[in-house]
């Protein structure tokens, strides 16, 4: 069965990075783009971007398109986020989830609680 | 940049009602949009894509409808369970802000 299993909680300061990792299992890696998803506390879905995982190229949204790279390893089936000078507004869990487009499955989630 | 606004903000209603809930874009999109539930503390759950087809187990009383840039999602039955956010996803990934169904 499809799962995407992604990394367990972080805390980080001010101003640091932080990467998760989403690794899937039940399909294809590189059939699927994957993309994130993020979600701070009591706000809506936010979409982060997508990577296509058979090419490696990436799609950022304009929000975040300076602090967030997104990678790939095919081997491993696992994609990556890292989000760069993070601040107490990127407090949220963020989501990756298999684009068909429509995200048919989703990671559990990694919470990233930004706290000096 | 398509924009998706839901309405309303929160539907509160009974068990065995019917819900509608709505999403419109801010310009055309065709048939490309997807609604979503979440739970507290859960993933989001795909329900509907390309407007109207159910996703993989959704039960009948779920239906989408809609095209261009106004989009419905009707649930004909309330269940316990379907009291969660409903979001509205268009095209461009971008998402709606949410319609809370709460039970009355």
């Known amino acids: 069965q499809v799962q995407l299993v992604q990394s367990g909680a972080e805390v980080k300061r001010p101003g640091a990075a932080v990467k998760v990792s989403c690794k899937t299992s039940g399909y294809t890696f590189t059939t699927y783009a994957m993309h994130w998803v993020r979600q701070a506390p009591g706000q809506r879905l936010e979409w982060m971007g997508l990577i296509n995982t058979a090419t490696g190229n990436t799609k950022y949204s304009q929000k975040f398109q300076d602090r967030v790279t997104f990678t790939s390893d095919t081997s491993a089936s696992t994609a990556y986020m890292e989000l760069s000078s993070l601040r107490s507004e990127d407090t949220a869990v963020y989501y990756c989830?298999?684009?068909?487009?429509?995200?048919?499955?989703w990671g559990q989630g990694t919470l990233v609680t930004v706290s000096s | 940049e398509v924009v998706v606004t839901q309405s309303p903000a929160t539907l509160s209603m009974s068990p065995g009602e019917r819900a509608t809930l709505s999403c419109r874009a801010s310009q055309s999109i065709s048939r490309n949009l997807a609604w979503y539930q979440q739970k507290p503390g859960q993933a989001p759950r795909l329900l509907i894509y390309?407007?109207?087809t159910r996703a993989t187990g959704i039960p009948v009383r779920f239906s989408g409808s809609g095209s261009g840039t106004e989009f419905t999602l009707t649930i004909s039955s309330l269940q316990s369970e379907d009291f969660a956010v409903y979001y509205c996803?268009?095209?461009?990934?971008?998402f709606g802000q949410g319609t809370k169904l709460e039970i009355k």
């Open positions: 989830a298999r684009g068909k487009p429509e995200y048919d499955y």
């Open positions: 390309s407007a109207s």
């Open positions: 996803q268009s095209s461009n990934y971008f």
